[in-house]
Structure formats: structure tokens, C-alpha cells
């Protein structure tokens, strides 16, 4: 299966249930381009988890467009829409792993899928011929260890773990360490995701990010945070905590599959201004996709 293919079928609940559907229905229902359906593609982005301030973004570019182009059928202003659409998404799977050991950073909430991205990632690194080894920095909770094991077993990548409670900075030197001596390009660290209290995630990831500017202070480094696609406007304002606390270099929307709530990705690439750099559209292990604008706009709009 393409990325095009993966895109369309993950986008499969928003197309038949989400924001695509009710666009379609609403191009359906007028004959000719007026106020009252402008108004009507508007109220359905803000309902689609797009926002309010994006929806209104993507209808005043649509108006002044359709304007400009001397647009005069409904078909067209959708083909308008699109194009909007794929200007506004943006991201890719660049990841800057230029130095040897490069490290990725994986924060996000409890429950988002963080470790299964994290395996996933780690598979997807291995194939393209990285060695990578994952440092087990959750320490706050057994199954998030035991559940990281069982997916670095799965990628065939080593792990570095230590006993629940620990010290998540001394698991990162560990892990550090162990890259090092044992020649990993690349070191991808998980954390704690306990967004409840702000102040302690800021104090925790910052007391990691000294350990990794120390012990490696010219490497290449990612922070990637990992939302779930399911909960919607609620991942957006996630997303601007996590921006502010931890400096976030990209975004992997997960769950992308289960959801009609897939015009949340416009929501955080114009709110937020950070690339979606990886979406996951199913539970296979090779179901970690890299992020294409113009992939996602089809099929969105449910385009061959």
C-alpha cells in the first residue's frame, strides 16, 4: 500500500463522518456561490476540530481566491478549497540526525500512544539502516517500561531501563553512555507525560535536555511530541503547553485511523506553526507514516 493509499484509508472516518462529508453535503445543496455557504463551510470547520481562528483563515483566503480567480461554479470553490487546504498543512519525516549519535526526544500525555510511536520509529530508523537504541526515561509508571520493552523486542533494538522511580535524567546518561559505547546513531529517549502539573514537566524535561547538552553537546536533536488525533481541540492546546515547555521540533499525530477529527491537523500546523512530521494511520508496526501535505489534502477530500 502507497502513502497516498495509507493517507486515504486513515482519513477514512473523517471523509464518511467528519468535516469531508458535511463539505460535501453543503457544496451539494447550493447551486450557486453565495455568503450562506461560505458561512456554512465555516461553522463546519470549527465543528471539525479545524478552530475558530484557522476556519476563519481558510474562509477568508476561499472568498478572496475565488474572487480573484474569477471563480463561478461551487465545483470550482471546492477545488479552491483544496488548494487552501494543502497550502495551509505542512511537515514531512525530515529529521535532523546528522551527527553520530543524534538523539529524538519523545514527550507527550500518558495515553497518546507515545510508546508504541516510539517503537515504531525506532523499527522504521533500523530499516533505513541506523542503529538505534531507546532509553526507558518513563520511570513513573511499570507498564510504560514493560510496554517499551516489548516494542524495542519487536523493532529488534536494545533498550536501557532502570527500576520504577528512578531518576529519569540518570536513565538518559545511561542511555547516553551506552549509544556511545556501543556505536548507535541514533538515541531515542521516551519521558514522562504528567502535563497535569507544569511546572514539575518543565523542571523534568529541562533537568534531561542539561543531561543531553552535556554529555553530548554537539549533537543533532529532535523533540518530537506525540498527540492523539481522537481528542481533537484538546490536542491543540496540548500542544501549545508542550510548545512552551519543552521547545517541540515536530509533531506525530497518532490514531489518525480512529477519528473523524482529522481537520485537527489544520488547527496545529496554523496555530502552532510546527511540522507534522509523522502521522499513524493503523497498529502495524510499519503503520508510521511520514507526513505529505499534498497526500493528506487528497484524501481528505476523498480524491483518487
Known amino acids: ?100 549519535p543524534a538523539v529524538i526526544l519523545v514527550i507527550g500525555v500518558n495515553g497518546v500512544g507515545k510508546t508504541t510511536t516510539i517503537g515504531k520509529l525506532a523499527s522504521r530508523l533500523k530499516e533505513q539502516g541506523r542503529k538505534v537504541i531507546i532509553g526507558a526515561a518513563d520511570t513513573f509508571r511499570a507498564a510504560a517500561i514493560e510496554q517499551l520493552e516489548i516494542w524495542a523486542n519487536r523493532a529488534e533494538v536494545d533498550l536501557i531501563k532502570s527500576a520504577e522511580g528512578s531518576d529519569p535524567a540518570s536513565v538518559v546518561y545511561d542511555t547516553i553512555q551506552a549509544g556511545q559505547a556501543r556505536g548507535a546513531d541514533v538515541i531515542i529517549i521516551d519521558t514522562a507525560g504528567r502535563l497535569h502539573n507544569k511546572k514539575n514537566l518543565m523542571q523534568e524535561l529541562s533537568k534531561i535536555s542539561r543531561v543531553i547538552d552535556r554529555e553530548l553537546p554537539a549533537s543533532s536533536k529532535e523533540v518530537l511530541l506525540v498527540l492523539d488525533a481522537t481528542t481533537g481541540q484538546n490536542a491543540v492546546i496540548q500542544a501549545k503547553d508542550f510548545k512552551e515547555a519543552a521547545g517541540i521540533t515536530g509533531i506525530v499525530l497518532t490514531k489518525l485511523d480512529g477519528t473523524a477529527r482529522g481537520g485537527v491537523v489544520l488547527a496545529i500546523n496554523n496555530e502552532l506553526d510546527v511540522p507534522v512530521k509523522f502521522v499513524g494511520v493503523g497498529e502495524q508496526i510499519d503503520d508510521l507514516q511520514p507526513f505529505d501535505a499534498d497526500a493528506f489534502a487528497a484524501g481528505l477530500f476523498g480524491d483518487d
Not at 463522518?17 to 461560505?38: C, N, P, R
Open 1 to 100: 500500500m502507497g502513502l497516498f493509499d495509507k493517507f486515504k484509508k486513515g482519513l477514512k472516518k473523517t471523509r464518511e463522518q467528519g468535516i469531508t462529508a458535511q463539505m460535501d453535503e453543503a457544496f451539494q445543496s447550493y447551486d450557486k456561490i453565495t455568503d450562506e455557504l461560505y458561512d456554512e463551510l465555516e461553522e463546519i470547520l470549527i465543528m471539525g476540530d479545524v478552530g475558530y481562528a484557522t476556519s476563519e483563515k481558510i474562509t477568508k483566503t476561499l472568498k478572496e481566491k475565488v474572487q480573484n480567480d474569477r471563480i463561478n461554479t461551487v465545483a470550482g470553490v471546492r477545488e479552491t478549497m483544496k488548494d487552501i487546504v494543502s497550502g495551509i498543512v505542512w511537515g514531512g519525516s525530515y529529521l535532523n540526525l546528522r551527527t553520530k
